[in-house]
């Protein structure tokens, strides 16, 4: 972990996007780098590049030619050779590079396409009534650990068909694997080991008991005439765990945050609810939670940048969705700006498959606690935490609902 | 979302500079097209203006028909334009 590094003074030639400035308040930050490099450079992580612009990151998201996705997450050392793709094992297809990575990608496109996606609305809008149900009576509720966080982890639970009965454990489970991203290997190992024999004891069921859930059709779907290798559908679940939960969890409590904080947006949404899809995207461009990372394939001159093979390159859609370039006003939050085409999915083969899913959990997420608060605001700005790394989103997120 | 969202999308829309100031077919035949190969399936152009696009079993967007325009949908079209974040959406005047 980077506890002990020391902080940084000068983020273009030392970014670190742990660090609790970059952490707190990182849009300065971004916005600084723009003007003065474009592309930061750090020491740190083994050695790493940063474009903090919108053209730097979608040359770099389109280019699978001069970088790998077999790492997407920045680890503590330079990944060489024969690393392991991070976060564990392979997880396709995030972690794959063309041939391999459309292959494994059409397998899951159908599973994540809006047809299958939107049957899940009504269940969606049922967990989000019930914890809006467990809030009564709470003059300050918490929008992050207790209903931002509950969403994902139910449906992705509820998608991949793991009994009801294991939602506290796979809650457990999820953190961990969240939380582990960044652990030395042998570390992440031992405390993933109860998961991943959980994983095999559900795939087995599923094996017995093939059902109409996302673990099954893994299983069962064929490519060319053939089954996917267990490894295969082992490492989609793990994906899906990764890149589902926290991903929308830090999404959903961002727009809260900005709506409990901006009267006349939320005044306006209550009024509007029409408003809710353009809304949506504006959320998802100015509080965008996903940066990604590939690494450098070979030694190369690249945006005018020295960079080497395995040096580490993070993808900040998030910066390049406040890149002025390419958004007017890209600082100023417009609940309908009408022209927005922005990278909170990525860009390129690695758009986020998710991303259906995603938008309706956001949407069913706000329209439910708007509907039912139609009034609240940040109870106490000092208490709400960011979560550090490439995933950013309140984890504390202290609401209050009534007066 | 049906017709109704459509019409509210339009009504936003039409108070936008980019598409009201280019929102007349004036009887030319007008197409909107989606290019394949950039296509990713971010959903933003089914998204917004459902009457005008849909999607395949990947998720990809199609065009509904063979895309011709009147004045109303080139509006939709406009703005479909104007979020597809891989620029895969072209009008053919």
């Known amino acids: 972990m980077t506890d002990t590094q020391p902080l940084v003074t000068d983020f273009a030639t030392d970014w670190d996007h742990t660090d609790p400035q970059w952490v707190a308040d990182p849009y300065p930050i971004w916005d600084d780098l723009r003007e003065r490099c474009p592309v930061a450079h750090t020491e740190r992580f083994g050695g790493g590049w940063f474009p903090a612009t919108h053209a730097g990151v979608t040359a770099v998201a389109k280019d699978t030619e001069n970088f790998t996705s077999r790492t997407v997450v920045i680890g503590n050392g330079r990944p060489g050779e024969d690393a392991l793709p991070s976060p564990i094992g392979v997880a396709p297809p995030i972690t794959s590079d063309p041939p391999f990575h459309q292959i494994a990608r059409r397998v899951i496109l159908p599973a994540f396409a809006p047809g299958p996606i939107n049957a899940l609305e009504p269940q969606m809008r049922a967990l989000c009534r019930k914890l809006l149900d467990d809030m009564a009576g709470h003059e300050v509720v918490n929008g992050g650990s207790g209903y931002a966080q509950f969403i994902p982890t139910a449906v992705i639970r509820q998608m991949l068909g793991f009994p009801e009965a294991d939602e506290d454990l796979f809650r457990d489970f999820v953190h961990i694997v969240i939380g582990g991203v960044n652990l030395p290997e042998e570390e992440r190992i031992e405390r993933f080991m109860p998961i991943e024999e959980y994983l095999v004891r559900q795939i087995e069921d599923h094996q017995a008991n093939p059902r109409d859930d996302l673990t099954s059709y893994l299983l069962n779907v064929e490519v060319a005439g053939e089954k996917l290798a267990i490894e295969h559908v082992f490492g989609t679940i793990i994906l899906v765990l990764i890149a589902g939960i926290d991903t929308t969890w830090s999404a959903i409590g961002s727009s809260l945050w900005h709506l409990g904080q901006n009267p006349d947006d939320l005044a306006r949404l209550v009024a509007e609810p029409d408003l809710m899809p353009i809304a949506l995207e504006e959320f998802l461009r100015f509080y965008a939670p996903v940066t990604m990372a590939r690494l450098v394939k070979h030694d190369m001159e690249y945006l005018g940048c020295p960079m080497k093979e395995y040096d580490w390159l993070m993808l900040g859609f998030p910066a390049a969705n406040r890149d002025p370039v390419a958004f007017k006003d890209a600082d100023k939050f417009i609940i309908d700006r009408m022209e927005n085409r922005h990278l909170a999915f990525g860009l390129g083969i690695h758009r986020c498959v998710g991303s259906n899913l995603a938008r309706l959990e956001l949407r069913v997420a706000l329209e439910e606690f708007i509907a039912r608060f139609p009034r609240f605001e940040l109870a106490d700005s000092a208490a709400v935490t960011w979560a550090p790394g490439m995933i950013r989103g309140p984890r504390n997120l202290p609401l209050r609902v009534a007066s | ?93």
Request: with cysteine.
């Open chain 2, 1 to 93: 979302m049906g017709s109704d969202f459509g019409e509210r999308v339009l009504e936003l829309a039409n108070g936008y500079p980019v598409v009201r100031s280019r929102c007349r077919t004036e009887g030319r035949v007008v197409r909107v097209v989606i290019d394949a190969m950039r296509c990713q399936g971010h959903g933003r152009c089914f998204t917004l203006a459902p009457d005008l696009f849909t999607y395949d079993e990947l998720g990809n967007g199609l065009v509904v028909g063979d895309g011709t325009l009147n004045d109303d949908t080139l509006s939709l079209a406009r703005l479909a334009e104007a979020n597809c974040p891989e620029h895969a959406i072209d009008i053919e005047e």
